[in-house]
């Protein structure tokens, strides 16, 4: 079986690490517009937004970055499939999943000033390994 980069840093020293399993669902790209006008996420974004949220505050238990501080946030996406997919929507699905979660404050610029997104294969087992790193101000 090939071997496949993996996020080098490990946990401790104020970084998180968290691993969220399931294909990651364009929240943009799904939304489902109602009768009134409004738009929402589609239900598969929904079921996968709940099913991460305890995968996230698994992976931050014990560590803490103070809310509001600057970090630097690298994913590393395992697509299960070779659909086409933009390497960008994945990221805003899971930066607001972080934030939903409580565990950036607020995914503007002023806050994660670094992001560094990776997409690998591997087939069946789809998944985003997550790190989060505080930056020296």
Same mark, same amino acid.
């Given at each position: 079986?090939?071997?496949?980069?993996? $996020?080098?840093?490990?946990?401790?020293?104020?970084?998180?690490?968290?691993?969220?399993?399931?294909?990651?669902?364009?929240?943009?790209?799904?939304?489902?517009?109602?009768?009134?006008?409004?738009?929402?996420?589609?239900?598969?974004?929904? /079921?996968?937004?709940? +099913?991460?949220?305890?995968?996230?505050? /698994?992976?931050?238990?014990?560590?803490?970055?103070?809310?509001?501080?600057?970090?630097?946030?690298?994913?590393?996406?395992?697509?299960?499939? $070779?659909?086409? %997919?933009?390497?960008?929507?994945?990221?805003?699905?899971?930066?607001?999943? $972080?934030?939903?979660?409580?565990?950036? /404050?607020?995914? %503007?610029?002023?806050?994660? %000033?670094?992001?560094?997104?990776?997409?690998?294969?591997?087939?069946?087992? +789809?998944?985003?390994?997550?790190?989060?790193?505080? $930056?020296?101000?």
């Amino acid at each position: 079986r090939l071997q496949l980069p993996v $996020l080098p840093h490990s946990r401790g020293r104020g970084r998180m690490r968290i691993f969220i399993q399931g294909e990651t669902p364009a929240k943009k790209n799904s939304r489902i517009t109602l009768r009134n006008g409004k738009s929402i996420p589609s239900a598969r974004y929904r /079921a996968w937004r709940e +099913a991460a949220i305890p995968q996230i505050w /698994a992976g931050a238990k014990g560590e803490r970055i103070p809310l509001g501080a600057a970090v630097k946030v690298s994913m590393d996406f395992w697509h299960g499939d $070779l659909r086409r %997919r933009d390497c960008d929507n994945g990221a805003t699905s899971v930066l607001d999943a $972080l934030v939903d979660a409580k565990v950036l /404050a607020d995914d %503007r610029w002023e806050i994660v %000033r670094e992001l560094c997104v990776r997409n690998f294969y591997d087939k069946g087992n +789809a998944r985003v390994d997550v790190l989060i790193e505080p $930056l020296a101000e």
